[in-house]
């Protein structure tokens, strides 16, 4: 990138004129998720992103770098015809616009590397195969064995989850269930006890979590709230909560449950701890 065009790209974020094309001739879901992600550890306040899906045609494609001349847009794109593809390398070092290709560096090193050739067939990604099929039994499992709902089917879990109200249990297993992970959370209440069958679980698939009880009652409170529901001392005092998780690190404790503080951790970083440990027993 030349230095007339970054001035141009900090003139443009410091009026909110920000724009980022994302560019596929398929759903465009890889290279979203790649924009979304690099632009989330950047302070813009006003970022304009603009989708252009499902691209099969030159002239398509021309109009798009076109606008995005007009705008100086930033373009990240998976194009994986080679037509498409070298349209864009070609036609945005003309023109001066910023393109990154997201995906065709990495098909040529696997290339290079297995000496063949890929399909460039846009969207096999999403085509229906076994892991497709695995990931929708997984969300039923989830659904079927969700707060401690079917206690006594859970032994071929791949995760049990354990813990206290508000610890984000079932975005946890909803989560996992998208990775093709079978899980069943289970929730731990006041002073009672675990159900039995939970200590025939192998301890290598036992998870615990914990949190900041600050947080955990702050999330109560709002969850009261948008249920209409008057506020509870027993269920969102930090006191109460406090009993609540040092009650739940003791039969984390019997267990040998692997714990997890969730307080500073995204739903991702929890699930990727998780796979891990799985992957590795």
Known sequence: MNNKNQERFQAQTQAGQFYVFVVSDSTGETAEKVARAALSQ????????????????????????????????????????????????????????????????????IANILNLSPERKPGLIHRVNDEYFKRIDALEYAVKHDDGQRIDEISDADALILGVSRTS???????????????????????????????????????????????????????????????????????????????????????NAYVIDITDKSIEEVAADIISRINNK
């Open 42 to 109: 950047f302070s813009i306040p006003d970022v304009h992103l603009k989708r252009f899906l499902l691209i099969d045609s030159d002239l398509k494609l021309r109009e798009i770098i076109t606008e995005a001349a007009d705008k100086n847009a930033l373009v990240i794109f998976t194009l994986v015809k080679d037509g498409l593809r070298n349209i864009m390398l070609q036609e945005s070092a003309e023109r001066g616009i910023v393109s990154i290709d997201i995906i065709g560096p990495v098909l040529n090193s």
């Open 169 to 255: 249990k079932t975005p946890l297993c909803l989560f996992l269930a998208q990775r093709g992970f079978k899980a069943a959370n289970i929730p731990i209440i006041d002073a009672q006890s675990i159900d039995d069958s939970v200590y025939g679980i192998p301890k290598e698939r036992i998870f615990g979590l914990i949190s900041d009880p600050v947080r955990i009652a702050n999330l109560r409170k709002e969850r009261l709230k948008r249920m209409g529901l008057p506020l509870s001392q027993d269920y969102v005092s930090k006191e109460s909560i406090e009993k609540e998780l040092a009650h739940s690190i003791s039969i984390y404790t019997k267990l």
